[in-house]
């Protein structure tokens, strides 16, 4: 099995820990969680230099998850990594007092910054890049944002500086999966074009035709890196829901909460599809 | 006036420190000539950093740039930075506990007769209200000067808001500031004036008209508004009949409202709260928008005698009494 197969078969994995959390902390944004989980991590366990013991070190990667509406899915990959016992995220999620909210906070370890209100995730970014330079650090800022987000106009304040300083250390991932809480992402607010937005304002963009397939995403990360004088978009178009086959690409699965029945089923696909993985 | 304004002493603290250390960066939004920052910009170039007209995308490149060891002064207008990039502060800044200092430049009334658009009526209970934000406006330029150097020693999030004109002196060079401690400026039997920011000058003054007419009062220079110095209320309060607040600010959710608060909950008495009308400013420098509603000296000695003598306090009314 070679890296992309293990990280394919990582992604279905942590599908699995999704559900379980979704399951029984009745919250959470399933839909996008599924959608987002091939890009986060592709990220994570390839292409950033980052891990749970050199969480403070200034060179580490920077990540912010920009949708953090799916941090359900990042405590999955962090605890799974290795920065908290994933048990307790699962167990815990949403509940009172917990620090597993339903936004990404600081008290958890591995998460940069406070976020949760769209449109914000890419001019902080722009900041930790600019600072990565001010420094002459080698450290890499990634920031993850969905595309009902886009409609956000501040996201185009922070693309407007990170093509200004040419921020080469700066990527941008959108999770472009089609929907958002109201329908298709189209029918809410024309969102056309988004690799265009992004390369009027000086951006390298990479299109990824599957953004749930870790292969495709590996590739446009070392794209990514090697583009020089220019901050990179990757434009990666995931379905919704990715993996359940009742979720997939269905607006009422942005933060629906499943029944013992559908989460049995959920959980027999997923292993279902992880086993085929294992055997390919 | 033709002494420096209080941005300018800001600007020359922040030169002063970004000699010695690297990481203090400044960041504006197409503002560095109208925040007196060119100079900073001109001898730190690779400390400053242009966003451009865009408010929300300055305060939260700012976070960013804090999140990885950067000891950032935003600068933006008032108006802009307190309404526009709000949330932003509320996020990135107060939520995140950044080590970023707002600076509100030309705060209140001081755009005058550029309008509502360009007036921040609401800066002080808006950033108040934000948790872990601390909110301050310094009364002249040599406690701005201390309290920007005072900042400097911390890492936690701050909001500064001065006038765009220089303001009358109160103090002298290296004025003793002690952090979230008001200073007392002169003592008074009747009434204690609380006061913030430009308004210090004219409750000084304002106090010196009401010794004329026999009535004894005492000005406290609330500069810290967040957190405020509670025992300095208490204190100016407990010796007055009368407490007397003054702010350019609206009359909802600024000092006015916080002290009654304290003293309310502390040394129960009447609380007049000089403020700004809550209604769409008549146009005008800021003397003149002071003297139309009654924030001058004048018009505060006026408000404050007649409500010593007509109002429901009586000097004396509580000698003896219980407080």
Redesign the interface.
């Known amino acids: 099995m070679n890296e992309t197969e293990l990280l394919r078969k990582k992604a279905y994995e942590l599908r699995r820990d999704i559900i379980e959390m979704v399951y029984r902390s009745r919250a959470g944004h399933v839909g996008g969680d599924l959608s987002v989980i091939d890009i986060l991590t592709t990220l994570y366990y390839h292409v950033m230099n980052v891990s749970p013991e050199r969480r403070n070190d200034p060179d580490r990667d920077r990540f912010l998850l920009s949708k953090g509406h799916c941090v359900d899915a990042l405590y999955c990959v962090l605890g799974d990594l290795g920065y908290f016992d994933k048990q307790e995220a699962i167990g815990t999620f949403s509940q009172f007092g917990s620090r597993f909210i339903g936004h990404p906070n600081t008290e958890v370890p591995g998460i940069e910054l406070n976020s949760g209100s769209l449109g914000h995730g890419i001019s902080v970014g722009v900041g930790m890049a600019l600072a990565a330079k001010m420094n002459g650090q080698d450290y890499r800022t990634y920031v993850v944002c969905g595309d009902g987000e886009m409609e956000e106009g501040s996201n185009y304040e922070g693309m407007m500086a990170a093509g200004h300083y040419k921020l080469d250390n700066l990527c941008v991932t959108v999770d472009v999966n089609n929907l958002q809480i109201s329908g298709r992402t189209r029918d809410v607010m024309c969102s056309e074009s988004l690799g265009r937005k992004f390369e009027d304002f000086g951006f390298h963009v990479i299109e990824v035709a599957d953004g749930n397939d870790c292969a495709q995403l590996v590739r446009a990360y070392e794209e990514a890196k090697n583009v020089k004088d220019r901050p990179s978009a990757v434009i990666a178009h995931t379905v919704k829901g990715k993996g359940v086959s009742f979720m997939e690409d269905a607006a009422s699965w942005h933060h629906g909460v499943l029944n013992e029945e559908q989460y049995r089923q959920a959980m027999a696909e997923l292993e279902e599809k992880e086993a085929s993985l294992w055997i390919r | 006036m033709d002494q420096i304004t209080n941005r300018q002493a800001i600007c020359g603290v922040l030169c002063a420190a970004a000699r010695e250390d690297k990481d203090i960066?400044v960041a504006c939004s197409d503002s560095r000539g109208s925040a007196s920052l060119t100079p900073f910009a001109r001898e730190f170039p690779?400390?400053f950093?242009e966003?451009?007209i865009?408010e929300?995308?300055l305060v939260?490149?700012?976070?960013?740039?804090?999140?990885?060891?950067?000891k950032v002064f935003a600068a933006s207008p008032a108006s802009f930075l307190s309404t526009r990039s709000y949330?932003?502060v509320k996020?990135?800044v107060a939520?995140?506990k950044?080590n970023v200092t707002l600076l509100g430049i030309s705060g209140g009334i001081s755009y005058g007769a550029l309008g509502m658009t360009h007036h921040s009526c609401q800066d002080i209970a808006a950033f108040c209200a934000l948790s872990d934000m601390r909110v301050y406006l310094p009364s002249d330029r040599f406690q701005t000067a201390r309290l920007v150097e005072a900042l400097l020693q911390d890492e936690k999030p701050a909001y500064i808001r001065v006038s765009r004109q220089a303001s009358e002196d109160i103090y002298k060079e290296g004025m003793d500031l002690t952090l979230n401690k008001a200073n007392v400026l002169s003592e008074g039997r009747d009434v204690a004036v609380i006061a913030c920011g430009e308004m210090v000058s004219h409750a000084v003054r304002a106090a010196k008209l009401l010794e004329a007419e026999g009535i004894s009062a005492g000005v406290v220079d609330m500069y810290c508004l967040k957190p405020m110095d509670e025992a300095a209320v208490i204190r100016a309060a407990g010796k007055a009949e009368l407490v007397v607040t003054v702010e350019e600010h609206s009359p909802y959710g600024g000092l006015g409202s916080m002290v009654a608060q304290i003293v309310s909950a502390n040394c129960p008495r009447k609380v007049l709260n000089i403020a700004l009308p809550d209604e769409h400013l008549i146009a005008g420098n800021s003397r003149e928008v002071f003297r139309a509603y009654g924030m001058d000296a004048e018009g505060i000695a006026k408000r404050v005698a007649s409500e010593m003598k007509h109002g429901t306090i009586r000097k004396g009314q509580r000698e003896g009494g219980a407080v």
Do not use: R
């Not at chain 2, 939260?60 to 950067?70: F, M, T, Y």
């Open positions: 960066i690779e400390q950093v966003l451009g865009a929300q995308n939260a490149v700012s976070a960013g740039l804090a999140a990885c060891g950067k949330e932003q996020v990135d939520y995140s950044t």
